[in-house]
């Protein structure tokens, strides 16, 4: 028997983690935190402890109580990808089983950054496994990693292969052909594990809404090349703010700001851990051509400095707060809590897009309120989605074939449109699973 338990990201856009049991052996896959509560909660500066109970009682992670029965079964916690809502309990609640944790390189890599940063151990062994390569974990359960592209690298499709067919969890991807960071996705595995049989999708619905194929990288690569390499960009400061894992738009931001002659400096705390972790595999050497200021104290520092000789056009400043959070380096900017002058000489580049939720747009409308009011000149949506589109989660359905469907990974709105989809492929109300946080599936 197959039986599936969403514990956390069903109801919300975030917090992601699901146990899936077959027979008498558990796998947890993702176990992340709800990051927009736990900025604001935590700060990007602060090292803050918190015991698992306050963070289930404020929604910051997800209650693993409702799986307890199934404590002692769990084999392995396989995250599929390192960002926040898919790692960030890890810290917290992976102690409370007797598992290895399961992932690639660069996931591995940011689990260590992050905990030695906030100064948590983990004492469950980490066991790195690459993208499309396999692992035994029992004789009747095998794991797959297939290649999938997102908006951070070493993201993976994870398939369970079972006796009944294979569970395959698509939580987050994109169809991405011409990457700007690493390969594109591995539609061939995905076509064989769909002829081999797929019992259930567990599949990422947060672009569901958008009726396209989510562009590539490329192309926000060629919307900063754009704005960035051309003669209308007459600024005399140039700060571009995104998230802060995208090590591959990092990359294009990066290559651009030396090709137009200035000085490319990261600033906040998360964007050094990200880029620690890459540089600590060999992912990229960013360092060798950036300057890095970390906490609050060192950023201010340098932008101190750096006020004495801004008609110099020297710098390109890449900072946190592209959601308009006040505790990110932006914010901290904007309302003055980091002494740099702003005016209609500068220019703020939003490589990004707001996560929808009702804090996150606040705060970035409350966030470009304070900057046109200095007068600065304002460059938005320069970005591309890292999550699959209708059509590509379309393309997902026909190519592997479930026999069941499960919407994750974002509010309910969003979710009910991967439903619609499916139903629109001809699958019927016994095959296609709406399901919320805490309610038990059985195949």
Known sequence: MIQIMPIGGYNEFGKNMTAVKIDDSVIILDMGL?????????????????SRETLIKEGIIPDDSIISAWKNKVKAIIPSHAHLDHIGAIQFLAKNYKAPILCTPYTAEVIKVLTEDEGHKIKNTITILNSNETFNLSPDLKIEFIHMTHSIPHTVMVAIHTKYGTILYANDFKFDN?????????????????????????ADGTGAMESQKTPSESVAREMLKDLLVSDTLDCRNI?????SSHIARLKSIIEYAIKIGRRPVLLGRSMSKYVLAAENIELVDFSKHVEIYKYQS?????????????????????????QGEERAVLGKIAYGEIKFDLNENDCIIFSSR?????????????LIT????????????????????????RYLIELVKPKHLIPAHGS????????????????????????????????
Request: with cysteine; aromatic share 8%.
């Open 34 to 50: 709800h990051v927009e509560k736990y900025i604001s909660f935590n700060g990007e500066d602060n090292k803050i402890k918190f």
């Open 178 to 202: 011409f990457p700007v960071l690493g390969k594109k996705p591995n539609y061939g595995k995905l076509k064989r594990i769909g002829e081999n049989g797929v019992i259930a999708l567990i």
């Open 239 to 243: 700060i571009v703010t995104t998230f």
């Open 298 to 322: 060192q950023v201010s520092k340098f932008l101190k400095n750096i006020s004495k000789q801004r008609s110099q056009k020297k710098y390109l400043l890449i900072c946190t707060g592209h």
């Open 354 to 366: 707001v996560i929808p939720t009702k804090t996150n747009e606040h705060q970035w409308d409350k």
């Open 370 to 393: 304070q900057l046109k009011y200095d007068k600065v000149r304002i460059f938005s949506d320069v970005h591309v989605s890292g999550h699959a589109s209708r059509e590509d989660h």
């Open 412 to 443: 309910k709105e969003m979710t009910l449109e991967l439903v619609k989809l499916a139903k629109e492929l001809g699958y019927d109300s016994k095959h296609v699973h709406h399901v919320v946080n805490g309610e038990l599936l059985e195949l």
